[in-house]
């Protein structure tokens, strides 16, 4: 059992009036949760501490992020591939930003941010396992 308070009215205000105020709302409702869940001795649901920690990464604040992307990690191990991109993808930053603030490095923090290319046709040409069809 999980308590999860308000979430999805302030998740739901914030995607259908993304603001200042539906954000911190929201952000407000996921601390809640966290706090409320160790008052009541309930885990904390899936994904809150990943979308908090995401919402404090997009705020700059990746020390934050990265240490909410391994309590997820913890409490929710079948998540730790992705924790893992999203923990490297803010430590990259925190240390872009600390270069940028010591005036090394080039600042470009969106530079840092995991990008994903697609496949070549070379690598998703057919392999004897897989019908030539298929492609």
């Not at 929201?26 to 966290?34: A, F, M």
């Not at 893992?84 to 600042?107: F, M, P, V």
Request: charged letters at 25%; one cysteine or more; a negative charge.
């Amino acid at each position: 059992m999980y308590y999860w308070g308000q979430y999805s009215e302030t998740s739901y205000c914030c995607a259908k009036e993304p603001c200042d105020q539906s954000t911190q709302a929201h952000l407000g409702e996921l601390q809640r949760i966290i706090e409320k869940s160790g008052e009541m001795a309930l885990p904390v649901p899936p994904g809150v501490y990943a979308e908090y920690g995401f919402c404090l990464f997009r705020q700059g604040d990746a020390q934050g992020a990265v240490k909410l992307f391994e309590q997820e990690k913890a409490l929710y191990p079948e998540s730790t591939v992705f924790m893992d991109r999203l923990i490297n993808a803010a430590k990259q930053r925190d240390d872009t930003k600390n270069e940028a603030d010591s005036g090394k490095g080039s600042g470009d923090v969106a530079a840092t941010a995991p990008t994903q290319t697609p496949p070549s046709k070379a690598e998703t040409a057919s392999t004897p396992d897989t019908p030539s069809h298929v492609n």
